[in-house]
């Protein structure tokens, strides 16, 4: 089985930078994946990370240490359209070979 | 356009019926899922299917029931024995690095 923690809640500035952390603990692991997700709206894919180090793709970037359990989420110049949900999951290669197991989730409130 | 559709967005039951979730897709994923999600809450695990006639409980199964006839098509049936059956229910898909996309959603309601 998986148990991943995230932080609940988070605000941060426009402008700013802002890191989401994200642990785990899990049986196995095959990939980490991070989604955001707007109020009411379906999860959209933003990274994919699978072995360690840091993957850049615009405005975010996600870290990843297999060794320790923990990846975070990066956001950088801070929109106040980044305001969402942004989930951790991992794939669990001993369930169904593609299953996530998701965390939480952590509501980042972007204020002026 | 290649993505995966819900119907309908909002539904609402009452208690002691059966109600059915449409979800199709034609990204030509072999594996596809459903989940619940409760306010301030994760993605619970449903059901998901690997593969055409093939499908396996997630975490939260009892109370609902799936089928999948078709690559494109894994509809959900909620119970009445579900007893708490109000959420927003999420269909994705997933490609075979893992990465699933998602469906708009359907949110029901119990009166």
């Given at each position: 089985g998986q148990n991943?923690?995230?932080p609940t809640e988070m605000?941060?500035?426009?402008?700013?930078?802002?890191?989401?952390?994200?642990?785990y603990q899990t049986s196995g692991f095959n990939g980490l994946f991070w989604y955001q997700?707007?109020?009411?709206?379906?999860?959209?894919?933003l990274s994919?990370?699978?072995?360690?180090?840091?993957?850049?793709?615009?405005?975010?970037?996600s870290f990843l240490s297999r060794s320790k359990g923990y990846?975070?989420?990066?956001?950088?110049?801070?929109?106040?359209?980044?305001?969402?949900?942004?989930?951790?999951?991992?794939?669990?290669?001993g369930a169904g070979s593609y299953q996530l197991t998701f965390g939480k989730g952590t509501k980042l409130s972007v204020i002026p | 356009d290649g993505g995966i559709t819900q119907s309908p967005k909002y539904l609402f039951r009452k208690e002691g019926q059966n109600v059915t979730l449409s979800c199709e897709q034609n990204l030509n994923h072999d594996a596809m899922y459903w989940y619940r999600q409760d306010p301030g809450q994760g993605l619970r695990?449903?059901?998901?299917?690997?593969?055409?006639?093939?499908?396996?409980?997630?975490d939260i199964a009892e109370g609902y029931s799936v089928?999948?006839?078709?690559?494109?098509?894994?509809?959900?049936?909620?119970?009445?024995?579900?007893?708490?059956?109000?959420?927003f229910y999420l269909c994705a898909s997933s490609t075979n690095r893992g990465e699933q996309f998602f469906g708009p959603g359907t949110r029901l309601t119990v009166l």
């Open positions: 991943i923690d995230q605000t941060a500035t426009e402008g700013a930078i802002v890191q989401i952390n994200c642990t997700q707007h109020a009411g709206e379906a999860p959209t894919f994919y990370n699978v072995l360690d180090g840091l993957e850049e793709k615009g405005r975010f970037s990846s975070y989420l990066l956001l950088k110049e801070l929109q106040m359209k980044d305001s969402a949900s942004y989930l951790c999951a991992v794939r669990d290669p | 695990l449903i059901y998901y299917s690997q593969i055409v006639n093939d499908f396996q409980k997630g089928s999948r006839e078709k690559k494109e098509s894994f509809p959900l049936t909620v119970t009445s024995a579900q007893k708490n059956p109000t959420a």
